[in-house]
């Protein structure tokens, strides 16, 4: 009886669909989503780098973050030095020059290139809830994911994940992630079209949960 209905089985076993996703990678995942549910508020530097064709943008910031979305972001170094822009708790864009020009703020709407990064990402989008939650819907879309061989990365030792994007109104088609192995935060990102990398930010000096002044998301 059972060898009659072997060919049966294994075509029920063929016809269920396997998953493209590493399950190795998936705790990893889930552990950095609840870290960030934790997460109040954080301060932290940033090193970006943007490429679109052959123009390329790098800078090194101060970010602030403060929920439910406040940001702040000033320029340490790089094009725009000195510059600093803020989303309030009204949800609204202030920002100002560096140097002797940046004494009076302006409102900015948040579709102004001023307030994007050369790829045309908001500057807000720049905070950690943006990165888990992109990386959520790549789960949830059963995008191909993998965890890759442990690195030591900053002198921290670290996952690091990748993802195959297929999201049709974006050109990325790789992006990874680096994930502290202690506190479960992302400390770099790289996103590539191809073989090129059009995207990298790192995180450094991350104070988490240090009761920022709510002030310092006003200008």
Known sequence: MFTRCLPLILLLILAIPASSQDQGALPILENVKNKWKTIRDYRCQMQSLNRLGQEVDKKKLDFAFQRPYKVRMEVLDGPKKGSVIVRN???????????????????????????????GRKFYKADWGSVVAEWLIAAKNNWPMERLSDEEYNNQQCHVLAAHWQDASSPITKDLIWVNQENHLIIRRQQFEGETLVNEVVWWNIQVNPSLDPGLFDL
């Open 89 to 119: 708790a009204e949800e609204k864009i202030r920002a100002k020059k560096g140097g002797i020009l940046g004494v009076v703020a302006v409102s900015l709407d948040e579709t102004d290139p001023r307030v994007t990064n050369l790829r």
